[in-house]
């Protein structure tokens, strides 16, 4: 299976601000997926980034509030942009390898 | 009705119980069944893998998928402290392409004590 980076591990932040989370994979990949995980909630799907292409985004989220980055086949960033306390939650990358999803660690975001 | 259900527990057994853990859907396109450990300040790990109806066993670890029933089951044989952690089933209708999404279930908090 990959072995997925992500950073930061954790941050708290002021709202307004915007927050890049990046996420490296050790191989190259033609999908990446963006997640949030709230507490009490199933783990949700932002987007799908494709390289070379516009990220697609599922019902709910817009490309304003988490624009996606994908430069190449083995990394990805997504920004929780203008945040508030709503969007704090744990925010995970993933891949899909020979039919597995493989998870990045996550991200723990707690907007004050 | 949300499309897939898991009773979110908490679950606490004790050392070497089986643990059964479930998941119902509602959408009958799904045809791909996984089942997820996560630990605490962790992301998930894929543990099971199925396709269709039947059993999988892998080591302590049973998947079961019933389709005409809509409901898929985690066994979990000779419990051990190191399995305490958040269990989720995910599923999907396709295994892959540019429309592959997984449903995910909201995790079952398992404790096993020693």
């Known amino acids: 299976s990959a072995v997925i980076s992500q950073k930061p591990s954790r941050d708290i932040c002021q709202r307004g601000t915007s927050l890049t989370i990046q996420c490296q994979v050790d191989?190259?990949?033609?999908?990446m997926f963006w997640y949030r995980q709230q507490p009490g909630q199933s783990l949700t799907l932002i987007a799908t980034?494709?390289?070379?292409?516009?990220?697609?985004?599922e019902s709910g989220f817009v490309i304003d509030k988490f624009p996606i980055s994908r430069p190449n086949l083995t990394f990805s960033t997504l920004t929780v942009s203008n945040m508030s306390p709503e969007d704090s939650s744990i925010y995970l990358c993933?891949?899909?390898?020979?039919?597995?999803?493989?998870f990045g660690s996550g991200t723990r975001l707690t907007v004050v | 009705q949300k499309e897939v259900e898991q009773d979110p527990g908490p679950l606490s057994v004790p050392e070497g119980a089986i643990v059964s853990l479930n998941c119902t859907y509602s959408?009958?396109?799904?045809?791909?069944f996984m089942w997820y450990r996560q630990y605490s300040r962790k992301g998930p790990e894929l543990l099971m893998y199925?396709?269709?109806?039947g059993n999988k066993e892998d080591g302590r670890f049973t998947a079961q998928v019933d389709k005409s029933s809509k409901y898929i089951s985690l066994f979990i044989r000779d419990s051990q402290p190191s399995d305490s952690a958040t269990y989720l089933c995910?599923?999907?209708?396709?295994?892959?392409?540019?429309?592959?999404?997984?449903?995910f279930g909201k995790g079952t908090l398992l404790t096993v004590n020693p």
């Open positions: 191989s190259q990949v033609t999908m």
């Open positions: 993933s891949v899909e390898l020979r039919g597995g999803y493989t």
């Open positions: 199925t396709y269709s109806s």
């Open positions: 995910a599923m999907s209708s396709n295994s892959g392409g540019s429309n592959y999404k997984l449903t």
């Open positions: 959408n009958s396109a799904f045809q791909y």
């Open positions: 980034a494709n390289q070379g292409s516009e990220a697609t985004y």
